[in-house]
């Protein structure tokens, strides 16, 4: 029997990374994703043990390739086709934690600014401005 051959994008979207297809190729295309420390295409094929780095938002995972799979099915059988490494998961947490730092001491206001409110804002913005 031969091996499954699955594109890059193609796992990336059945391991539930992205929704769409075109999302994974973008993504891939934008460098946001690294296939054992290197750019990929889009057509690259997943192989069995290796390591992908994909950027998302503020969060950066690094996971290992379990199994391989061209269909989407659900979340839990998802989560089985690939495994984070400890030390993505512990990056993860300490710049989540940095993150919630950064915002401890913001506090939104109660309402919207009023016409008044934003008056000032504009007055204050063109003296910054000068």
Do not use: C
Not at 24 to 35: C, L, N, P, T
Not at 67 to 86: I, K, N
């Amino acid at each position: 029997m031969p091996e499954e051959r699955v594109r890059l994008d193609k796992w990336l979207w059945a391991a539930r990374f992205f929704r769409t297809r075109n999302l994974s190729r973008d993504a891939i295309e934008g460098g946001k994703v690294w296939y054992e420390g290197a750019r990929p295409k889009v057509s690259r094929d997943v192989e069995l043990g290796a390591e992908i780095r994909i950027r998302q938002g503020f969060d950066e995972k690094t996971v290992l390739v379990r199994a391989l799979s061209a269909e989407r099915r659900g979340a839990t059988e998802a989560a089985q086709l690939y495994e984070e490494t400890p030390a993505s998961i512990a990056a993860r947490e300490v710049e989540a934690a940095g993150r919630r730092m950064a915002r401890a001491g913001f506090q939104a206001p109660p309402t919207r600014p009023d016409k008044r409110d934003r008056r000032l804002i504009h007055r204050f913005e063109q003296e910054a401005g000068e």
